[in-house]
Every structure is written in structure tokens, then in C-alpha cells.
């Protein structure tokens, strides 16, 4: 049982779980905790090295975030975003976007029909048959995304009044489609943009001459030589 001060003093997801269901049982509890940091763990951390790494080769991108950030830390040396300042991200949110665009955690997926159909492009599906679909390649078509496609570019986000563009998930499929969408897109989102917001405002990052990043085809996207980055303080 968790008390009304310890909601206050615990913001963890386990806690507030328990606060809203009082019915699970342990091993319930246990399964949730652990389907949680499954999904959420090697995704995140795929993505902050591939942002860190996009931001350290645009400073043109980095100097955008960097201030945009400056605005939200208000003239104070130290830096301490809350979750109702994150709304005021917007170009930090466009350079997740992209940067999962190009890069998403998760490139491929299988499916597998349990009866036989018809996709709407009219290619006909036995049942069993079993389907492959790289959400890596579907961020990079030119016939989606633009003669652009390639390049990593926060603004394709961002709409004429400052706002993010609402890109639908059949497009953007990073986080899949459909009824087994992804749970977690919006606490990425913000677990994401406290993370840079606070590593961006306090440490520069350099890329180590001469070391080249490459992707690798695994379930989770990871970069084959590691990234080998050069941290300083910043002086803010
Ligand atoms: C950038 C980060 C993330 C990406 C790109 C991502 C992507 C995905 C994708 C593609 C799936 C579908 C998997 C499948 O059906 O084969 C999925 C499912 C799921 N994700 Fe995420 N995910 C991310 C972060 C998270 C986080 C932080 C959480 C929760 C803490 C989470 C929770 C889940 C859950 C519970 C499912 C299963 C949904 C279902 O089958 O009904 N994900 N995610």
C-alpha cells in the first residue's frame, strides 16, 4: 500500500503503478516492471548515443538546441528543466524525431498472418507466411520523405508556426502501427529530452578523428566500432 506522502516523495513508474491498481498481484507487478525496462532500456540507450553523435557532427543543429535550452534555463547557471517546461523543447522534439527517423532503435520487424489476406497494395498473403519489414529503409524513401531523405534535419518537424507536425505512425513507423503500437512513445519522448537537455547544457561532446560510425543490422540498432566521443565541461 503506498501512502498519499510517499506519491508525493516517489515519482517512479513501479509506485505509480501500485497508486493506480490495487489489485496485481506480485507477479503481475514483477512481469509489468520487467517488460518495461526491456522495452524501454536498449531503445533509449540506442537513441541518445545516435542522437549525441548526430548533434556532435551538425553544430549548426547543437547550437539550435543549445539555445533553445539557454531559454529554458532563464539566465540560472544551473539547469534544472521540470516536466511542464519540456512543451517549450520544440526543436530537441523535432531532433528525436529525426534522429528515429534515420536511426530507429528497432530496425526491422516480422510479422507473421494468422489467415491468409489481401495488403492494400494488392500483394496477396498465405496464412503462415511469415513478413519482414525494415523501418529503417521505410525512414529513408525518397518517395516518403523527400529528395532530402538522407539528410538529418530537425526542421522537416517543425510547422511554419513553431509547432511539431503531426506525422501519422503509418509513415512514421519507428514505434509501429496498429493495435501493437508502442506504449511508450511519449515517456521516450520526455525521458529522452530530460536526458540530452541536461547532458547538451553541461558537457560538449567531439567526435575522436578519424573514428567512422557505422550502424549495424542487429534487433537493436547499435554502432559496430562504438562511439568515441571527446567530453569536456562546458562553461556556462
Ligand atoms: C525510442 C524508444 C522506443 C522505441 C523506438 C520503441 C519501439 C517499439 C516498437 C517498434 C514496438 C513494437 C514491437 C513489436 O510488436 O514487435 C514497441 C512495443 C512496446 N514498447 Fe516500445 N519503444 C521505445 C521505448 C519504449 C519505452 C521507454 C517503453 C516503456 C517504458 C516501451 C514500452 C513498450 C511496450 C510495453 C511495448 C509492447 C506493446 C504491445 O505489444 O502491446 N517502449 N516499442
Avoid at 508502442?182 to 529522452?192: I, N
Wanted: aromatic share 8%; with cysteine; charged share 25%.
Amino acid at each position: 500500500m503506498v501512502h498519499k506522502e510517499e506519491q508525493r516523495q516517489h515519482h517512479d513508474i513501479l509506485t505509480q503503478w501500485l497508486l493506480a491498481d490495487h489489485q496485481s498481484t506480485d507477479k503481475f507487478l514483477r512481469d509489468i516492471a520487467l517488460t518495461l525496462i526491456s522495452a524501454g532500456r536498449d531503445t533509449l540507450s540506442s537513441t541518445l548515443s545516435l542522437l549525441l553523435w548526430l548533434v556532435a557532427t551538425h553544430p549548426d543543429v547543437e547550437e539550435k538546441i543549445f539555445g533553445e535550452i539557454e531559454r529554458s534555463a532563464r539566465g540560472t547557471s544551473r539547469f534544472l528543466i521540470c516536466k511542464d517546461d519540456l512543451h517549450e523543447l520544440v526543436y530537441l522534439h523535432a531532433a528525436i524525431y529525426e534522429t528515429l527517423r534515420l536511426y530507429p532503435p528497432l530496425p526491422f520487424e516480422h510479422r507473421c498472418a494468422t489467415e491468409a489476406d489481401v495488403l492494400p497494395s494488392g500483394h496477396k498473403v498465405h496464412k503462415g507466411m511469415r513478413m519482414l519489414f525494415s523501418m529503417y529503409s521505410m525512414g529513408r524513401m525518397e518517395e516518403t520523405w523527400g529528395k532530402d531523405c538522407m539528410d538529418f534535419k530537425p526542421e522537416r518537424w517543425i510547422s511554419d508556426e513553431g509547432n511539431i507536425i503531426h506525422v501519422p505512425s503509418q509513415k512514421f513507423m519507428t514505434f509501429l502501427t496498429g493495435p501493437r503500437t508502442c506504449l511508450g512513445k511519449a515517456m521516450s519522448f520526455m525521458l529522452l529530452k530530460f536526458m540530452v537537455s541536461s547532458i547538451l547544457w553541461n558537457y560538449k561532446f567531439e567526435m575522436v578523428e578519424g573514428h567512422v560510425v557505422k550502424p549495424t543490422p542487429s534487433m537493436v540498432l547499435s554502432m559496430k566500432d562504438g562511439l568515441k566521443m571527446r567530453v569536456s565541461k562546458r562553461k556556462v
